[in-house]
Structure formats: structure tokens, C-alpha cells
């Protein structure tokens, strides 16, 4: 079965600090790995995706991501906080290449 | 990637009453799908719109409470009936064209009194 684990649902940092979110994931297949951002009553905003090329995804706004299979791990960093970056934030997996199952989320606040 | 609108952006309605919601999409895309946001949870795929076919639900999803259409290859609708306040939830509409990355609309806020 597929699943994917967001392992924080908070995650609180000052601007200009690093911004770590995880993500694990459980699939029988080779995944196609997603990280979205929902800001306010927005939609999804895709940020960035892996598709078993680089192990390194950079993505939009200075997130990338890293695929590890030994960890079945694909978690989010980026350098430095913007107040701009607090939102909720959404890693998805791509099974069957159509269906995506998504984590519960992880929300961003970013402190002055 | 395609421009995704979404008609109503949000709305307040009855219980026992029924609301189509409008997705529209600026280019042919190959797959559409809709998926619920319930009040502070992640998303969860209702169905797959299939162009000139009925669509395909997942478990927990049925036709006669979320019909979907799906005339062409950049306009999908969905239904949600004899709502009750359990239906408040954002609904999105997503695309996509190569099959493996999903676009998504800017959702459908409904509040069901």
C-alpha cells in the first residue's frame, strides 16, 4: 500500500533561519514525489516534484528536496525563512501514474 | 502548466439543497480530477473526470451525491447533493497533462448551514 507520512504538523522557525519539513513515504512501486503549498484560502501551488532523475529537487522560491530510498524519506529545506513562506504545506505521492496520495500537512509559521 | 478557474469560489447553501461546481481550464488537458479538503485536513481524491465517459470514484465516493461531468477536454463539473453540513469542505479541481503532475484550481470554499 502507498502512504505518505507528514511527521510534523507544526513547524515553527524566525525569519531567515532554515526551514526543514519531513516527509516519508511507503510505496510498492517507484514513486513520483510531490511537495505543494497552500497559502490562505488558496489553492495548491506545486513546488516541486521528483520523478527518479536527480535525487536533488530544487523547486520555486528556494525549496528543494531530497529523494533518499534508503530512508524513503523526501523532506523539505530551504536556506533561509521568509515571512512570505508561512502556509501549509503538503508532500504527495503519484501512484498508477494518475492518483495522488497526499500527507495531513505540515504548517509553516514564520516569526519575525 | 494550465490556467485552472473555478466557479463559485465559494458559497453558503441550505441543507437538502444541491451545488455544481464549475472547473475550466485554459488548454486541452488529458486527466481532470476533483478532491475534498475537509475543515483543517490534507485532500482526498473523489473522483477521475473522464471526457466522454463516466467518471471514476474512489472508495467512500458515489455517483448519486458527487455526479461529475465531463463534456470536453477543458471543462469538468461537479455536484455535490442533498448536501448536509458534513459536505463543508473546499473542493478542487486539478489537472493534468503528461498523466503524472497535478495542477490544481484555486478551490471552492462551501459552507453548508
Known amino acids: 500500500a502507498q502512504s505518505v507520512t507528514q511527521l510534523d504538523s507544526h513547524v515553527s522557525v524566525s525569519e531567515g533561519t532554515p526551514v526543514l519539513l519531513r516527509c516519508n513515504y511507503s510505496s510498492s512501486y517507484s514513486p513520483s514525489l510531490f511537495w505543494y503549498v497552500q497559502h490562505p484560502n488558496k489553492g495548491l501551488q506545486l513546488l516541486l516534484k521528483y520523478t527518479s532523475a536527480a535525487t536533488l529537487v530544487k523547486g520555486i522560491n528556494g525549496f528543494e528536496a531530497e529523494f533518499k530510498k534508503s530512508e524513503t524519506s523526501f523532506h523539505l529545506t530551504k536556506p533561509s525563512a521568509h515571512m512570505s513562506d508561512a502556509a501549509e504545506y503538503f508532500c504527495?505521492?503519484?501512484?498508477?501514474?494518475?492518483?495522488?496520495?497526499f500527507g495531513t500537512g505540515t504548517r509553516l509559521q514564520v516569526f519575525p | 502548466s494550465a490556467v485552472i478557474s473555478q466557479k463559485p469560489s465559494r458559497d453558503i447553501c441550505q441543507r437538502g439543497t444541491s451545488l455544481t461546481i464549475q472547473c475550466q481550464v485554459d488548454s486541452q488537458v488529458t486527466m481532470m480530477f476533483w478532491y475534498r479538503q475537509q475543515p483543517g485536513q490534507s485532500l482526498t481524491l473523489i473522483a477521475t473526470?473522464?471526457?466522454?465517459?463516466?467518471?471514476?470514484?474512489e472508495s467512500g465516493f458515489v455517483i448519486d451525491k458527487f455526479p461529475i461531468s465531463r463534456p470536453n477536454l477543458t471543462f469538468s463539473t461537479l455536484t455535490v447533493s442533498n448536501m448536509s453540513p458534513e459536505d463543508s469542505s473546499i473542493y478542487l479541481c486539478?489537472?493534468?497533462?503528461?498523466?503524472?503532475?497535478?495542477?490544481f484550481g484555486p478551490g471552492t470554499r462551501l459552507t453548508v448551514l
Open positions: 504527495a505521492l503519484s501512484y498508477n501514474t494518475d492518483k495522488l496520495i
Open positions: 473526470a473522464n471526457q466522454g465517459s463516466e467518471a471514476t470514484y
Open positions: 486539478s489537472e493534468s497533462a503528461d498523466g503524472d503532475t497535478q495542477y
